[in-house]
């Protein structure tokens, strides 16, 4: 899913194998062989189903051989993609926990009027809320 095609290439040298042997129960305990050497001998990846972890792959071959800069390996942009929306779904629920707090105004507290400090418009664009939003929360 995440390269978006049925086979791939990648680079590597092998020093590690699975032992053959261990693959059924591997599987039969939730282990997903995604990804086998040509001939169909060799583990290459192994994932967990998303309803067990969010982002779970391990490979024997290197994605950071084929990364660069202004074109990342999609691995690296999955597990990136995959640790910012397990943020944002954390940060939405512990928001939706918070018990209510009086208004500034009923408490005797000022708060700022005015363009949002740079760390606060960062905060809130990562967490997909207004700044005053924000600000108002503390």
């Known amino acids: 899913k995440i390269y978006g095609a049925p086979e791939i290439s990648e680079r590597h040298r092998h020093r ?20 086998l050497s040509p001939d169909g001998k060799f583990v290459e990846m192994v994932e967990l189903p998303q309803s067990e972890h969010p982002w779970f792959l391990g490979c024997q071959f ?3 051989y084929k990364s660069k800069p202004t074109e990342p390996h999609p691995l690296f942009v999955s597990y990136i993609a995959a640790a910012l929306a397990h943020k ?30 740079p760390e606060i418009a ?6 997909e809320l207004e700044p005053a939003e924000l600000q108002a929360e503390g």
């Open 122 to 127: 960062r905060v809130a664009h990562d967490a």
């Open 62 to 64: 290197h994605p950071e």
């Open 16 to 35: 590690y194998e699975v032992n053959q042997k261990y693959l059924p129960t591997l599987s039969e305990h939730g282990l997903v062989i995604s990804g």
């Open 88 to 117: 944002h779904e954390r940060d939405r629920s512990e928001r939706q926990e918070r018990t209510p707090v009086e208004p500034a105004e009923t408490v005797g507290l000022a708060i700022p009027v005015g363009e949002p400090s």
